[in-house]
C-alpha cells in the first residue's frame, strides 16, 4: 500500500527527558490513522513533527515520499491541542482570515467557509464574537478551518475533547467523508470507541516508544485468544458445567439473553476449531448463542501497556 506519511526513527528530547525515542509510523493514502497512547506518551510531540511546528533532534520524515520541506504545510490540515482563537475577533472575520493564512483568496475562501458554515448549521454564528462561543462551539470554527482548503492530509490531535456526544458524532461522520473523498487522516485520541469505529490502521506509543503498530484488523486478529461467549440449555446442566470446567478455559460470560441458558466464555486450545467447541457443546443440550470474543481497542490498548510497563 502506497504510504503517503512516513515517520522513521523520529527522537525528541526536551534538556534531560526523552519526549520520544526512535519512533516510526507509516501511514497509508487513503487511511484514518489512529495515534494512541496513555497521557504524556509522546503523541502530540510526533504531530507536532510532522507539522514542523518541533524539529526532531534525530530522524526524517516524508511526505508522498518527499523529505519533509516548509512548502508542504499546504497539503496538510492540523488541529492542535492547545486551540486558540483571537477571543475579540468575529467568527466570520477570523474564519476569514486564517483561510487566506493557508493560501486561498479572499473570493474562494467565501464560497468554502459558506459550504462548511451551511453544513455543520453554524452560518447565525457569523458575526458573533469568539469569547461569546461555547468550547465546544469555538472547537466547531477551528475543524471547518482546518479542513478548509482540501489538504490531502489531515491531522487532529484530540479532535473530540471538548465536544458533546452529538457534536463528537457529527465531527466523526464529517472526518470520515473527507476520508471517503480522498484525504488521509490521522488523529490521537482517549476515545477508544472512535478508534473502534474509524480506524483502519492504529500505532501505539508508551513512554515515548512506540510499542504496537499495524492493521487495526490485523493487531485484533493476533490479540485474539479462541476465546467463544456460548449459551446453552443443557439437558444436565449441573454435569454439563463440570465438564465444560474440566476440558476448556471457562469463565462466566455477561452477554444478555432471553433465555434461561446457561453462559460461559470459554477458550478452547490453539489446535481446536470453533466447529470443535460446537461439537461438544451440542452433546449437551441445546445452544443459544455462540459468538466468538473480539478483543476490543480497549482490551488491546491495557494489555499492551500493563505488558510494557
Ligand atoms: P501526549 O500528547 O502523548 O500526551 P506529549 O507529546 O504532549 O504527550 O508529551 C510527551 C512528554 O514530553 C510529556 O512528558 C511532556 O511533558 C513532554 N513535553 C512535551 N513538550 C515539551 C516541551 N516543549 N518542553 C518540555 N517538555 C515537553
Ligand atoms: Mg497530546
Known amino acids: 500500500m502506497e504510504k503517503l506519511l512516513v515517520a522513521q526513527n523520529i527522537s525528541k528530547n526536551f534538556g534531560e527527558f526523552r519526549a520520544l525515542d526512535d519512533a516510526s509510523i507509516e501511514v497509508p493514502k487513503g487511511s484514518v490513522f489512529g495515534l494512541l497512547g496513555p497521557n504524556g506518551a509522546g503523541k502530540t510531540t510526533l504531530l507536532r513533527i510532522i507539522n514542523q511546528i518541533t524539529m526532531p533532534d534525530q530522524g526524517k520524515v516524508f511526505l508522498d515520499g518527499e523529505p519533509l520541506q516548509p512548502h508542504h504545510i499546504q497539503n496538510i490540515g492540523y488541529l492542535p491541542e492547545e486551540r486558540g ?8 472575520e ?11 483568496s479572499k473570493t474562494e475562501a467565501k464560497a468554502k467557509l459558506k459550504y462548511w458554515f451551511d453544513r455543520l448549521e453554524i452560518g447565525d454564528w457569523w458575526d458573533k464574537k469568539i469569547q461569546e462561543l461555547s468550547k465546544g462551539m469555538a472547537q466547531k470554527i477551528q475543524f471547518v478551518v482546518t479542513v478548509l482548503h482540501d489538504p490531502k492530509l489531515l491531522i487532529f490531535d484530540e479532535p473530540f475533547s471538548g465536544f458533546d456526544p452529538i457534536n463528537a458524532n457529527l465531527i466523526k461522520d464529517e472526518i470520515l467523508k473527507l476520508r471517503d473523498d480522498g484525504a488521509t487522516i490521522i488523529f490521537s485520541t482517549h476515545r477508544m470507541e472512535s478508534v473502534e469505529e474509524m480506524c483502519d490502521h492504529i500505532a501505539l506509543i508508551n513512554k515515548s516508544k512506540k510499542i504496537l503498530d499495524g492493521k487495526l484488523l490485523d493487531i485484533k486478529r493476533a490479540y485474539q485468544n479462541n476465546t467463544f461467549d456460548v449459551g446453552l440449555i443443557a439437558t444436565n446442566p449441573t454435569e454439563a458445567s463440570s465438564l465444560l470446567t474440566d476440558k476448556f478455559n471457562v469463565q462466566p460470560a455477561t452477554f444478555k439473553s432471553i433465555n434461561d441458558d446457561l453462559k460461559y466464555r470459554i477458550q478452547v486450545a490453539p489446535d481446536a476449531s470453533s ?7 451440542s452433546s449437551l443440550g441445546q445452544i443459544t448463542h455462540f459468538n466468538e470474543v473480539i478483543p476490543s481497542v480497549n482490551d488491546i490498548f491495557i494489555e499492551t501497556i500493563n505488558k510494557n510497563n
Open 275 to 281: 466447529n470443535d467447541l460446537l461439537h461438544y457443546l
Open 94 to 104: 477570523q474564519a476569514l482570515y486564517l483561510a487566506q493564512l493557508k493560501g486561498l
Open 85 to 92: 482563537l483571537y477571543k475579540s475577533m468575529k467568527v466570520g
